[in-house]
């Protein structure tokens, strides 16, 4: 029995012999080794949990698997979870993942209002959180993100240069402060510009494309029409573009379009989609790679760690001037 345990587990070295016949009687008898008991003799499962709001959200499913890649090559399994986007599922998510003794959670906070006390409370009972995509507000807590003002101000900035001058941005929540960011950039670009804030060009949506076209369609009956739309991430996009298409405006011979966040599927569109990409992969990886080193060195500096990644612009033909 110490022998199989040593191959499972690489604890101790085993001769190459040796090890190719255990894993060639593991395959022939179907064993599968008890992590239960195990995790209840070790106190590790080697396990990681992960909440998203939204795995039909293309950003999401890359994020997720930049984590499970950087956990897996640390011999960690990952647990993916939907919150849906409200707070009391998220903190039922939280509740269960770590009754499944995972031994650190991944979290991309759920944009329905969360008190700060449902992330410090788990982090005063000792579980270890790094929070990912989305940043919380007054939370002491590991960070891994965008550079979301910069994520904004590099697409308005393009739609700039371009020649549009009256340039509307639609939003997501504003309780979500990756989202105040995105509206700083856009306010940021504008000022570098020399150009006027217009309080009728900013349009501040949610996360659920229905409501943001419904939004869009309002004001796009109004007049003047801006030249371009930004959209400060991937839902609000796809609520513009359907927009645009029910009042039967072309992009970008009618208006400009540019997003934050690559589209489903968004090489199928026609014009190209300007877009300004996340490096997903990259974020769900960085956030794996700092849970971990938590979790594998208990002793290390109790000081928080904050990273944000460089996004990239893809210039397509939804944004040129004609």
């Not at 550079?147 to 639609?170: K, Y």
């Not at 990259?282 to 000081?303: H, W």
Request: aromatic residues 4%; glycine residues 6%; neutral net charge.
């Amino acid at each position: 029995m110490g022998t199989v345990s040593h191959v499972i587990t690489g604890s101790v070295p085993v001769s190459e012999p040796l090890r190719r016949k255990v894993w060639a009687a593991i395959r022939v008898l179907d064993y599968h080794p008890n992590h239960v008991a195990r995790s209840l003799k070790t106190s590790k499962t080697r396990t990681l949990g992960i909440i998203v709001p939204d795995m039909t959200i293309p950003y999401f499913p890359k994020v997720i698997r930049g984590a499970e890649a950087a956990a897996r090559k640390r011999g960690y399994s990952l647990i993916a979870v939907n919150s849906d986007d409200d707070g009391d599922r998220q903190r039922d998510l939280l509740s269960l993942l770590r009754s499944q003794r995972v031994e650190g959670i991944l979290l991309v906070m759920a944009a329905a209002p969360t008190p700060a006390s449902q992330i410090a409370k788990m982090l005063e009972a000792g579980v270890r959180i790094v929070c990912v995509d989305r940043i919380p507000d007054r939370v002491d807590v590991d960070c891994v993100s965008v550079e979301d003002t910069d994520a904004a101000s590099i697409g308005v900035e393009h739609l700039l240069a371009v020649g549009h001058r009256r340039i509307a941005i639609v939003t997501g929540p504003q309780s979500l402060k990756n989202e105040r960011q995105r509206l700083l950039g856009y306010k940021l670009a504008l000022d570098r510009a020399g150009l006027p804030l217009d309080e009728d060009l900013v349009w501040l949506g949610n996360l659920r494309p229905e409501d943001v076209s419904a939004l869009c369609r309002e004001k796009l009956a109004r007049s003047p029409r801006p030249d371009a739309i930004f959209c400060t991430n991937g839902p609000t996009g796809l609520g513009a573009l359907r927009a645009l298409r029910d009042v039967g405006l072309k992009t970008p011979e009618d208006i400009a379009f540019a997003t934050v966040d690559e589209l489903m599927a968004d090489d199928l569109f026609y014009p190209s989609i300007t877009t300004v990409v996340q490096p997903a992969l990259d974020i769900g990886g960085t956030a794996a790679d700092i849970l971990l080193n938590r979790i594998e060195n208990a002793a290390g500096s109790d000081e928080s760690v904050m990273v944000r990644l460089r996004p990239e612009l893809k210039v397509g033909d939804s944004s040129r001037r004609l």
